[in-house]
Each structure stands twice: as structure tokens, then as C-alpha cells.
């Protein structure tokens, strides 16, 4: 019985014997692999060197190897470096920009209107003056300068009187027009007192004048264009009056008169009637003014009149001064012959009864004419005024280097001889947020009425929230000049219609989608066409801000990313600020060609939340210069 008993206790000791000798075999064989592979590896980089230090050992003349030490040719080496670690982050001296500054002389620089290359264009009818863009190998990758100085504008109102000489250093204006108050020369500064050639009490009493002919005050006139604009006082002044004015004038007719006026804070285009049409839709403005604009209105078949005629809008307002008004007075002062003038008038009686316009009034140095509110009576009356006649097959708000043509545009169909033409506009402030005609029409397929409502409503909140990431457009006055370079239907523009700014609203003429530039017009706002792969039709540093809303992923395969962000650099302000909706991997790219631009930007959440994969780039210009003038250059200016 004792040996039964000790029989299970042996068994189990020698299971315990056998279980320790097998895991250390088992050990044991793992060290020596372990090491053999060790070993192995240690052998083939060893071949490497070995072969590299031979080489190294011959060429510098050391002992020579009579037998080959590695008779294995290894094509790949084994690497232990870690290749994931992030680069260390450059020190703010040490960065160079990719894309340099400028030279000094390029620092007025429009691409689209450059003086030297409209040399080569035709002058019959100012075509030289109109836009000719550089082909892509002429496209500056530089960066333009402002000029050494360079102060932040005056803030709105006082900027409507007041901008630094430094910002725009000419003074041939204060020269030329020193009798007529365009603008004057006060130390640091230039001070302009609101006058024009044609309304030496200041624009202030001018507009008074028309006031007391055609009604300014009951918001039924609320966008106004201005030819010839000179420093923008007309358009200036209407502000207070909350009618926004589109003026334009040519590059370089007097130096730098749209630059003073878009440093006043006051929207204006580069810009002449020539032989293309203006860039706006048809029906967009209340009221056409010219004031000694040097228009030859009764030439070349009333071409011109005609196309005030197509941006006018039904029951709108065609005001001139200036010649030939009132030359029974003027004549003599104006170094023409009475009878040159008299004919000149006549003229353009003729062009505009031709138009169906109705002269509502001349007094003193102002005439007024009225565009029908329909074309019923215009259409029955071809038969007195052959010409010009209607136009057939054209759209009428094509407007991006479109030739203008010697035909009337038609108005939309009506089906009696009160009704507005294209549907009657409300009164500004209701105009803002009413349903378009345009859209309610049904004339925009794709956009209706409840698409208008949820659009406005967006934007209301996408702008609050920009507040939020830019604390200067959330600063009453610190921006004024703004620019949206996709508006769609201006929603941006009219979340923004209570703070102390305007709003250039801009429509890609390569948009996919509907010409909404008409709506935009409807509701109030002002805007223009563009190819954003060419150069916009304005000075250098014209904008406080700009938005661009899926410009990058609209112009992809276009033209280069890097030209529309050199674009955005040229007219931005130092200081100004840049708000970018887009994809993501679109927004990475542009940040890399941002920090080569001394642009201090950062990717942001949408508005609805991280997971949206559009995000927002919110980036500001660092403020730079160029370097000062030599003395006696800078005399000389």
C-alpha cells in the first residue's frame, strides 16, 4: 500500500522534470536563432561598408584588396533610420518666399488695362482702353509692393473726404483740376471737398438739383451707375442717401482717379464704353449719369446710348451735364463753336426718342431722360424709327467681352402698357429681401423662391460666424472696401448690409451654374462679371477683405492655383484678410502657397462642425513695403 501511495508523487515529480528540461531547450534554441539572425544581418551590412571603405581606399591611394570581399552584389541595404519624424520647423529669418517682392515701378500695376501694352490696339472708339490681358508666359509671379509708407485708409465716413498722400503719391489731379475742387494736397494728406467740373457747389448741392427733378428719397432709386466717373464725389455723396453707385472711369485718362476713389471707400471699376459691352447685366441700374464724361453719345449710330439703354433698367433714368446741355451759356468756355454744340444735342434728341426714352426735363446744366417701363408703344413706333432695331437671338445678359451691337435689347413681354417689363421692383430697404423677379419669374431654372429664403438665411449665419474667426470684420469701420469673388445670389453681401461696408459681388462667367448677376442687381447690390484667370479691372490694394466660395475647386484644370492667389495679393490691402470656403485637400495646397506669400493663415472648422469636409482658410496679409525712394526721386513724385 506504501508503494501504491508514493507511486503518484514520483510520477508527477519526473512531469516537472520533463516540463523544465523542455522550456529550456526551448529557450535555448530561441537565443541561438535569435542570434544567428543577429549575426546574419550584422554580416550583410558589414559587406556594404566594407566594399564602400575598399573603393574610398583605392581612390585615395591606400592598400589595395587583392581579393574581392564581397563576392554577393546586394541591390538593397538595410536602412534603421527612422523616416517619420516631422521636419523641424524653419525660424521665421531663415524662410525665404517663394514669391518675391516686385520692383518699386510695378506698384500701380493693373495687367488688364497696362498703358504700355493697349499701345498696340487700335484707337478708333477707345479700344486700346479696354481690357487686354497678358498671355500666360507674361503672367508676373511676383509679389506688387505697396509703396513705401503705406498707411491703413481712413475710416468710413471720414475717408469720403479724406486719403494719405503716401497711398497714392500724384498730385496731378490736385494740379489739373485745382479750380474745380476735385481734390487738394493738405500736408500728409489729400482732402477732396466734394466738387466736379460740373457741380462746383460740391456734389452735395448737385444732387440736391436732381433731387428736386426726379425723386432720390423714396427708395425707389437705389443702384446707379456713373460714367466717367473722375474721383467718384457723385457716387461718393449718394451714400447717404442709400443709392449705391457703380462708377467707372478709364485707366490713366487723369492719373489715378479711380485709385482716389476706391482709397475714399467708394465701389469703382476700371472701366470705358468702347466697343465691348459693360460688364453688368442687362436691367440692372435705376439711374445712368454722366457728368462732362466725354462720351460721343451720338456717334457711331447711338451705339453708345444704346448700351446705357440695355443696363437700364424699365422706367429708369438717363441724367447728363455738361456738354452740349446748356451751351447757349457754356460755349465760349468750353472752346467750341455754338453751332458744333447745337448739332451735338440734336444728335442725341435723335438716338434717344429712337430708344423710346422720354425727355422728362432740362434746368440749367441737367436733362433728364426716362427708359419706358415696357416696349409696347417702342415696337409699334418702328415703323417712324427704323432704327435701330430690336435684336434677335441675343442674350441680353452676356456681357464678357461681348461686342455691342446697333439693336435695341428687347424688354421681357408684358401683357399690357402698365406693366413693369421683367416684373416691378419694391422700394429700397424691402428691395433687399424681396423675391426677385428674376426668380420668381421662374426665368432661373433650378433656383426658386424657397431656395432664395434658405440662401439668405444661411449666409446670415455663415457671417456670423466669420465674425467669430475674423475680429476685424466683426470691427465696425475697420473694413470698407470688400470683395466676394463667387456671389451666387449675394447673400453674403446682404448679411453684411447693416455694417458700415459695400460689397463688389462678383460672378465667374465660367460658373456652372445660372447667370445670377441679374438677381444680385434686383435685390439692391451691386457686382460685375469675371474670369478670375485674368487680372481683375482695378488698381492694386482696392479691397479691406475678400471671400472666395469654392473659386479654387470652380477654376481647377483652368488656370493655376498660384495666378488667383497672386491675383487675391495684388488687391488686398496690407492688413486685409482673406475668407476661403473649400474642400480640404484644395485648402492645404493653398496654404502652402500661402506661407511662401507672407500670408498668416490657419484651416478652420465649417460652420456646421468638424466632420464637414469643407473647411474654412481665414488668413491676413502681413503688412510690407517697398523700400523708400532715393531723394531726389522722391522729390520728383
Keep these: 500500500m506504501a508503494a501504491v501511495a508514493c507511486f503518484p508523487r514520483r510520477l508527477s515529480q519526473i512531469t516537472l522534470f520533463n516540463t523544465k528540461m523542455f522550456s529550456l531547450y526551448y529557450v535555448t534554441l530561441v537565443v541561438i536563432l535569435c542570434t544567428t539572425f543577429y549575426l546574419i544581418g550584422i554580416w550583410q551590412h558589414s559587406i556594404g561598408l566594407i566594399s564602400t571603405s575598399s573603393s574610398a581606399a583605392v581612390a585615395g591611394g591606400g592598400f589595395q584588396s587583392t581579393v574581392s570581399c564581397s563576392p554577393i552584389k546586394t541591390t538593397t541595404q538595410l536602412d534603421f533610420l527612422s523616416h517619420h519624424l516631422p521636419p523641424d520647423p524653419p525660424s521665421e529669418t531663415a524662410r525665404v518666399p517663394r514669391f518675391p517682392p516686385c520692383d518699386i515701378s510695378l506698384s500701380e500695376y493693373t495687367p488688364c488695362e497696362d498703358v504700355q501694352r493697349s499701345l498696340k490696339f487700335d484707337r478708333d472708339m477707345l479700344i486700346y482702353r479696354e481690357r487686354h490681358c497678358p498671355e500666360k508666359d507674361e503672367l508676373l509671379k511676383c509679389r506688387i509692393p505697396a509703396p513705401y509708407g503705406y498707411k491703413v485708409p481712413f475710416r468710413w465716413p471720414e475717408s469720403r473726404e479724406f486719403a494719405w498722400f503716401a497711398n497714392v503719391p500724384h498730385k496731378e489731379l490736385t494740379i489739373e483740376k485745382k479750380n474745380q475742387n476735385w481734390v487738394r494736397v493738405e500736408g500728409d494728406r489729400f482732402r477732396f471737398p466734394g466738387g466736379g467740373t460740373m457741380f462746383p457747389r460740391g456734389a452735395g448741392a448737385y444732387i440736391d438739383d436732381i433731387d428736386k427733378l426726379i425723386n432720390l428719397k423714396d427708395g425707389s432709386i437705389r443702384t446707379a451707375i456713373d460714367t466717367g466717373c473722375g474721383v467718384a464725389s457723385w457716387g ?95 460755349w465760349k468756355g468750353w472752346n467750341r463753336t455754338a453751332g458744333d454744340l447745337k448739332s451735338e444735342q440734336s444728335l442725341i434728341e435723335t438716338v434717344a426718342k429712337s430708344l423710346c426714352w422720354k425727355k422728362l426735363v432740362q434746368k440749367d446744366d441737367l436733362a433728364i431722360w426716362q427708359k419706358p417701363t415696357n416696349h409696347i408703344h417702342c415696337k409699334a413706333n418702328r415703323k417712324v424709327y427704323k432704327r435701330p432695331r430690336f435684336c434677335q437671338a441675343q442674350n441680353p445678359d452676356t456681357a464678357w467681352y461681348t461686342k455691342l451691337e446697333t439693336c435695341l435689347t428687347p424688354l421681357p413681354e408684358v401683357s399690357n402698357v402698365k406693366e413693369v417689363a421683367g416684373g416691378e421692383l419694391a422700394k429700397w430697404p424691402e428691395r433687399l429681401n424681396t423675391i426677385p423677379p428674376r426668380i420668381s419669374s421662374g426665368s432661373l431654372p433650378g433656383i426658386t423662391e424657397t431656395t432664395f ?185
Excluded at 462708377?247 to 476713389?261: G, I, K, L, Y
Design 236 to 330: 461718393a455723396y449718394l451714400l447717404s442717401r442709400n443709392i449705391l453707385a457703380m462708377s467707372f472711369a478709364p485707366r490713366d485718362t487723369h492719373e489715378a482717379q479711380v485709385q482716389f476713389a476706391l482709397e475714399r471707400g467708394v465701389p469703382a471699376l476700371i472701366g470705358v464704353i468702347a466697343s465691348i459691352r459693360l460688364p453688368y447685366p442687362s436691367r440692372a441700374f435705376d439711374m445712368a449719369h454722366c457728368s462732362r464724361c466725354l462720351i460721343p453719345w451720338g456717334q457711331y449710330d447711338g451705339l453708345y446710348l444704346i448700351e446705357v439703354d440695355r443696363v437700364l433698367r424699365p422706367g429708369g433714368y438717363w441724367i447728363l451735364s455738361g456738354p452740349p446741355i446748356n451751351w447757349e451759356k457754356y
Design 453 to 637: 429664403v434658405e440662401n439668405s438665411e444661411l449666409w446670415k449665419k455663415r457671417v456670423e460666424y466669420y465674425k467669430t474667426i475674423d475680429y476685424q470684420l466683426a470691427e465696425t469701420g475697420r473694413y470698407r472696401n470688400l470683395l466676394d469673388m463667387n456671389a451666387y445670389l449675394g447673400g453674403f453681401a446682404a448679411a453684411l448690409v447693416n455694417d458700415p461696408v459695400w460689397v463688389m459681388n462678383t460672378v465667374p462667367v465660367e460658373a456652372d451654374q445660372i447667370n445670377t448677376l441679374g438677381v444680385i442687381y434686383e435685390r439692391g447690390l451691386i457686382g460685375t462679371y469675371q474670369n478670375w484667370c485674368e487680372a481683375m479691372s482695378t488698381y492694386p490694394r482696392t479691397y479691406d477683405f475678400i471671400h472666395a466660395d469654392s473659386i479654387f475647386s470652380l477654376y481647377k484644370n483652368k488656370c493655376e492655383m498660384e495666378d488667383i492667389i497672386l491675383e487675391m495679393d495684388r488687391i488686398l490691402r496690407p492688413e486685409g484678410s482673406v475668407i476661403i470656403r473649400d474642400d480640404v485637400d484644395v485648402l492645404v495646397k493653398l496654404k502652402n502657397i500661402m506661407d511662401g506669400m507672407q500670408w498668416d493663415g490657419r484651416i478652420l472648422d465649417h460652420e456646421d462642425g468638424p466632420h464637414e469636409r469643407n473647411k474654412i482658410l481665414f488668413a491676413v496679409k502681413q503688412y510690407w513695403t517697398a523700400s523708400p525712394l532715393p531723394t531726389k526721386l522722391n522729390q520728383q513724385v
